[in-house]
Structures are given as structure tokens and as C-alpha cells.
């Protein structure tokens, strides 16, 4: 169990949907206590496996004091929405005001492969899917409207950060949620 580096927006594993687990096994328990431990010391309050160079569907969370962690998660998102502040640690000092659902209920497996559900509102729900998100490759600015994610992207090219995760100067990929931001009711 270890922290590891965290990976920054332009690597191509944060925009590659990762794969399911199939395997719930030792090496799985090491990953989610890697998770949590990288995401503590970060400190976030969520953590997907691609952020850390894993592309497994695995992600931590620490919300209200209650650390979690889910696997191979499925979400129902309520149809009211909310805005608020949304930052990321593959995106340091970067925040924006970003529409989610209100309401999410996530189902998935916790790392012994027993069945489990997560409810939660306001900033579990953000985190939930925001975690889900990573895990299908997509950031959190490809939730934003397009001035604010042009916005975003002159402040990213800015940072001095930005590029130091690039293979060959490729330009980053932007793409749209495949979730349904008026989902199904809960």
C-alpha cells in the first residue's frame, strides 16, 4: 500500500473508459487502500483508478467524514439538478461551477464483490458522479457549457502544469457524458 502519482488532464488514461473489474482479489483490496491513501493525502474528496495510471472501474470517496469505495458502479440520477464549485486532482487549482443531478444512487460491488448501493445528495451525489464519470472517461470539464470550457481550456494551456503529462504534444480530448443529466427520477 502506497500513495501514487496522481495523473494530470492531457494523459490519455483519463480519457479512456476503463474496464470492468472481474477479479476481486488481493491485488483489488491493495488498489482501493492505494486509492484512499492517495486521495487523503491529496486531499480530495473523491478518486478514480484512472487518476492513478489504473484503468479499472474502482473509485474512493471521502464525504462527510465517511471514507468509501466502489466498484463496477452503475448510477440513477435524479432529474432536479444543482450547480456548484467542482475541482479535480487530475486538474490542480481548477474550478468551475458545473451542473450535476441532485440526487445519486450508485450500485456496484464493494472490493470483496459483494453487492452494495450508495444514495446521497448535494456533494456525495456530485461526487458519485464525478467519480463515475473518470471511470468512463470523462472530465469534469466536458460537463461545463462550451464558454466555460473554453475558459477552462485557456486557463489549463496557462498552468504550468499543463503539458507535463503529454505524450508527443497531443492535444487533449474532449468529450461528452454519456449520462443522461435528466436520468431516470429516484
Known amino acids: ?19 470492468a473489474v472481474l477479479d476481486f482479489d488481493k491485488e483489488l483490496r491493495t488498489l482501493v487502500q492505494d486509492l484512499t491513501e492517495t486521495m487523503l493525502e491529496a486531499p480530495g474528496a473523491g478518486l478514480a483508478a484512472p487518476q492513478i495510471g489504473v484503468p ?9 467524514e465517511a471514507i468509501g469505495h466502489l466498484i463496477n458502479p452503475t448510477l440513477d440520477l435524479s432529474a432536479e439538478l444543482q450547480d456548484g ?7 490542480p487549482a481548477l474550478s468551475y461551477e458545473t451542473p450535476r443531478a441532485f440526487r445519486a444512487v450508485a450500485k456496484g460491488f ?3 464483490g459483494e ?6 445528495t448535494e456533494l456525495l451525489a456530485r461526487c458519485l458522479q464525478h ?3 473518470h471511470l468512463d472517461g470523462i472530465v469534469f470539464i466536458d460537463r461545463l457549457s462550451v464558454e466555460d470550457r ?17 505524450d508527443g504534444g497531443d492535444s487533449p480530448v474532449i468529450k461528452t ?9 429516484i
Not at 453487492?115 to 446521497?120: A, F, R, S, Y
Request: hydrophobic share 40%; net charge negative; with cysteine.
Open 150 to 166: 473554453k475558459l477552462a481550456m485557456k486557463e489549463i494551456r496557462e498552468s504550468e502544469w499543463f503539458g507535463t503529462a503529454l
Open 115 to 120: 453487492p452494495i448501493t450508495v444514495e446521497g
Open 1 to 19: 500500500m502506497s500513495i501514487q502519482p496522481i495523473r494530470l488532464f492531457g494523459d490519455p488514461v483519463l480519457t479512456t473508459p476503463a474496464s
Open 85 to 91: 464549485e467542482e475541482g479535480c486532482l487530475s486538474f
Open 177 to 185: 457524458s454519456p449520462h443522461n443529466m435528466f436520468g431516470k427520477s
Open 131 to 133: 467519480e463515475t464519470d
Open 110 to 112: 464493494n472490493m470483496y
Open 56 to 64: 479499472l472501474r474502482v473509485f474512493v470517496w471521502d464525504i462527510d
